[in-house]
Nanobody, 117 residues
Framework: QVHLVESGGGLVQPGGSLRLSCVAS????????MAWYRQAPGKQRELVAVATGAGGINYAEAVKGRFTISRDNAKNTVYLQMNSLKPEDTAVYFC???????????WGQGTPVTVSS
């Protein structure tokens, strides 16, 4: 059974930082593209960043230069370091795993991030 468990969300002031973690089990982690998505209230879920199994990394334009995705294949964990947070970063952040689009994809339960003074 596949489990993706996120942690690290919370309340932070504008300009602050948070580090999200997602621990995966039940998958061959190194083969999966690991991504972070977010969904703000009343909005569609959107891709934030992806770290592919082949070593590629991509970011949404809105977070480039502020967020950093990384993965530790030995720990089956993907991270999202979020710096210079803005109120518009407020959302529930979800971890996602998929080998390719031909394979099933998996989601975590989400961790909420609130950026507010």
């Amino acid at each position: 059974q596949v489990h993706l468990v996120e942690s690290g969300g919370g309340l932070v002031q504008p300009g602050g930082s948070l580090r999200l973690s997602c621990v995966a089990s039940g998958i061959i982690f190194s083969l999966n593209d690991m991504a972070w998505y977010r969904q703000a209230p009343g909005k569609q879920r959107e891709l934030v960043a992806v770290a592919t199994g082949a070593g590629g990394i991509n970011y949404a334009e809105a977070v480039k230069g502020r967020f950093t995705i990384s993965r530790d294949n030995a720990k089956n964990t993907v991270y999202l370091q979020m710096n210079s947070l803005k109120p518009e970063d407020t959302a529930v952040y979800f971890c996602h795993a998929q080998v390719t689009t031909s394979f099933p994809s998996y989601w975590g339960q989400g961790t909420p991030v609130t950026v507010s003074s």
